[in-house]
């Protein structure tokens, strides 16, 4: 082959796709997917749905700016929803931390108090929702109690799943240069655990919103729930959707905040 | 060699740094089947400067004793005294330890590990940094203060954990099998470099081993212990000066010394093998 020869081919690339590396290629075949869904649903919607149950995302796009976001007893409301969901998930990751740590912390807390945390976490929480009522009322503590419930479980069981098998020699070596219990859980266990906690974290976040979201739908006089329930029976879907999107993106970015923060902790295994 | 004086002789008349009386170690219950005595009633005497092997066969106590000398835990019986203080738990400020693997804290860097070491051991923040310098130059690793441990190889892991025990500046440090994660040239190097580095500084080592080249090497005295329950079957003496040069390995004194332990402990380790059968057969 001679040099010219090959030049040609590298020279002349213009299909799209070929000049592409490896990871553009990922990247736009996801959002081709996307994109191809939201069109997909848009036809559906349109011209073979039902509009009173389908509202294509053109309609609802409309709806957030036209409907949604312009209402300021709607934005309080998601405004609300918001401070719920991160109120219960601090308090769920606190609770959860010291609650996981203390179990896990020995073989006896383990094999006492671990199976009591199962037990708990078997029992599907909706059915306790009418005494959190009871017991909290129907305003914002009530969504924030029941999105804690939900919340902390995973976070519990995660770190005292993460604290298992923790390096003896770690823990001995610490011990032998002076480390305090608190120096333990904070240089030993909590860096040991990271990963696990981490995804304790997530599915605890995902959990919490769920739980705050429940008691919007069943318990609320002008919160999301009520919203969400409002457009649902009178059949309007487009403001609904876009409901629903607004709370989509705040699990998002809540999530997001999560990988963040797990990226900043493990640093150390790349 | 004239003008150093022989260890032993300065030793000998130095003051007791760590002192064991009779001490034992009991794991299980007692008078139940499966109750193992670990250590059974030893006494023995470190002098301050001194550099002491435990050598025996796998599962005599060796480690146990080293563990309830620094406060690790508590022994069933029997008293250890460092300096005039008996151990009641661990002593950060006069006992350090180098582990077996490498200990550093895979998520910490080299020098995050040494500040974390500092930290709890309480010494002040203004000498962290030059502490950690000095120490990581007298083994050559001072390059690598910012890598995280995996990023290092084992033997240069094990300098780096070597390191942090002397960083500590304790009086006493204990090894427990420092190196025997590591292959045969690379521990006759580190060896080396400890018998310098001690020759500087001075400190008090008990060290567990069960490589009999590396206690004829190190020590001034090697303590052989039985197999289990571990007990001090006899007591060899090595005289000679310190820094140790790799020649010394090829003296006749050296291979003399080697053999007069090995056959000490060559019983011990057809008993200890005979016993890890033992208890197989009775899982079995």
């Known amino acids: 082959m001679t040099v010219a020869a090959a030049r040609v081919p590298a020279a002349s690339t213009p299909s799209f796709i070929g000049g592409m590396s490896r990871r553009a290629k990922v990247i736009w075949t996801r959002r081709l997917v996307l994109l191809g869904l939201v069109v997909a649903f848009e036809i559906y919607a349109r011209f073979i749905g039902n509009p009173r149950l389908f509202s294509p995302p053109s309609a609802i796009v409309y709806a957030l700016f036209d409907e949604i976001l312009v209402d300021p007893r709607i934005r309080g409301a998601i405004y609300q929803a918001f401070t719920e969901v991160l109120v219960a998930y601090v308090m769920a990751i606190i609770i959860g931390l010291v609650v996981g740590l203390s179990v896990g912390w020995s073989n006896f807390g383990r094999r006492s108090f671990y199976p009591i945390v199962i037990l708990l976490y078997a029992i599907p929480q909706v059915i306790l929702l009418p005494l959190f009522v009871l017991t909290f009322g129907i305003g914002p503590a009530c969504k924030i109690a029941f999105g804690v419930s939900h919340g902390i479980f995973p976070i519990i069981v995660n770190v005292v799943a993460g604290m298992r098998n923790v390096n003896a020699l770690y823990l001995r070596s610490a011990s032998s240069m002076g480390a305090s219990n608190f120096d333990l859980a904070r240089h030993v266990y909590f860096p040991h655990m990271v990963p696990s906690l981490f995804a304790g974290l997530r599915l605890g976040m995902t959990l919490t919103l769920l739980g705050v979201i429940l008691a919007e739908l069943y318990v609320s006089t002008g919160g999301i729930g009520y919203w969400t329930k409002l457009y649902a029976e009178t059949f309007d879907p487009a403001p609904l959707f876009a409901l629903i999107a607004v709370l989509a993106v705040m699990a998002i970015l809540l999530n997001e905040l999560v990988r963040i923060a797990e990226r900043r902790f493990t640093r150390w295994r790349n | ?284």
Request: proline share 6%; charged share 25%.
């Open chain 2, 1 to 284: 060699m004239s003008e150093s004086t022989p260890f032993r002789a300065a030793a000998a008349g130095r003051p007791v740094a760590i002192s064991i009386r009779n001490v034992s170690q009991r794991f299980g219950d007692a008078g139940s089947p499966n109750e193992v005595v670990a250590v059974d009633d030893m006494s023995l005497d470190v002098r301050r400067g001194e550099f002491v092997c435990l050598l025996g066969p796998s599962g005599c106590g060796k480690s146990t004793l080293l563990n309830i000398v620094g406060g690790l835990f508590p022994a069933t019986d029997g008293v250890v005294m460092v300096g005039d203080k008996p151990v009641k738990g661990p002593l950060p400020r006069d006992i350090s330890f180098v582990f077996q693997e490498s200990t550093l804290f895979p998520w910490y860097t080299i020098r995050e590990n040494f500040d974390v070491a500092f930290k709890f051991q309480n010494v002040a923040k203004s000498e962290w940094a030059s502490r950690t310098k000095q120490a990581l130059e007298a083994v050559n690793m001072g390059a690598f203060i910012d890598h995280y441990p995996n990023q290092l190889s084992v033997g240069m892991r094990q300098r780096v954990n070597l390191a942090r025990g002397i960083a500590l500046g304790t009086d006493i440090i204990l090894m427990d099998e420092p190196f025997a994660a590591l292959d045969e040239q690379t521990r006759m190097v580190l060896g080396e470099d400890l018998s310098e580095l001690l020759a500087k500084t001075g400190k008090t080592i008990v060290f567990v081993t069960h490589s009999l080249a590396e206690a004829v090497f190190l020590s001034d005295r090697i303590f052989v212990m039985t197999a289990r329950p571990g007990r001090i079957k006899s007591i060899i003496e090595v005289d000679e000066p310190h820094p140790r040069s790799p020649d010394f390995m090829l003296t006749p004194k050296f291979s003399e010394l080697r053999n007069q332990a090995y056959a000490l402990l060559r019983d011990e380790v057809r008993q200890a093998i005979a016993l890890a059968r033992e208890a197989e057969a009775a899982h079995a």
